[in-house]
């Protein structure tokens, strides 16, 4: 079975510029989460879609941050424009259905602002 | 509002011994708590989970503990073994909705 697959696997730019991250889901998993993590900190979600509907966004900063997941199988995560602060590895993960079950992960992103 | 807390940033152990880690939540509405293993460089790896409705569950040398009075979960890992050696995080959910991690405990098992 293919994992969660995400890319690119490192990205640099420089503060003020857009970027767009990119996920593949398990096959027939119908929820999509995507999380920041800080270094040294643990995952804060951004956003969780159920097939393609969002289920929670509220710690998605919605001035900069965008996210869609077209047809219930890929989704894109967007910044723009990008911060400081937005350096992170960005996660995405995958479960059958909602929270009660195991969510696999992908690599994830790590992006540096500069 | 950190609502899965794992106070410990960093523990400890030698081979062969036991690794305890420890996990807080706040939210009573949490009925479901997994344990995730990170390694450098990767995404977040399952371990073990547990419903609310047991207080123990078990897999090979890993077995976690809910104490839903108290609301904390432990995780026990015995015996350690170097490949054992990652960031350790807690997460809980309440249901269909989202999935809340702690900050994570970085286990180091010393030879």
Redesign the interface.
């Known amino acids: 079975e293919a994992g969660v697959a995400q890319s690119p696997r490192y990205k640099i730019i420089e503060k003020r510029q857009s970027v767009a991250f990119w996920c593949n889901p398990i096959s027939g998993h119908a929820t999509l989460y995507w999380y920041q993590q800080i270094l040294g900190q643990g995952p804060k979600l951004l956003i969780q879609f159920q097939n393609n509907g969002v289920v929670d966004d509220s710690q998605l900063p919605k001035d900069r941050f965008s996210a869609e997941r077209l047809k219930g199988v890929d989704s894109t995560l967007k910044i723009q424009p990008a911060k400081l602060e937005d350096s992170a590895v960005y996660l995405c993960a995958s479960s059958v259905w909602g929270g009660n079950t195991e969510a696999f992960f992908g690599q994830g992103t790590r992006l540096t602002v500069v | 509002d950190q609502q ?1 807390k ?1 106070n410990s940033p960093s523990l400890s152990v030698q081979e062969g011994r036991i690794s305890i880690l420890n996990c807080d939540y706040t939210n009573s509405m949490f ?2 708590f ?1 344990w ?1 293993k990170k390694y450098p ?6 371990l073990i ?1 547990i ?1 609310s409705i047991k207080d123990k569950n078990e897999d090979g040398r890993f077995t976690v503990f809910l104490n839903k009075s108290a609301k904390h979960l432990s995780l026990h890992i015995v015996p350690s073994q170097p490949g054992d050696s990652a960031v350790y ?1 807690c997460a809980a ?12 405990t970085r286990l180091t098992i010393n030879p």
Do not use: I, R
């Not at chain 2, 460089?41 to 399952?46: D, I, K, N, S, V």
């Not at chain 2, 959910?93 to 994570?104: I, M, N, T």
């Open positions: 899965v794992q009925d479901y997994l995730y460089a990767e995404g977040p790896t399952f989970s419903s995080f959910s309440d249901g269909a909705q989202k999935l809340v991690f702690g900050q994570g």
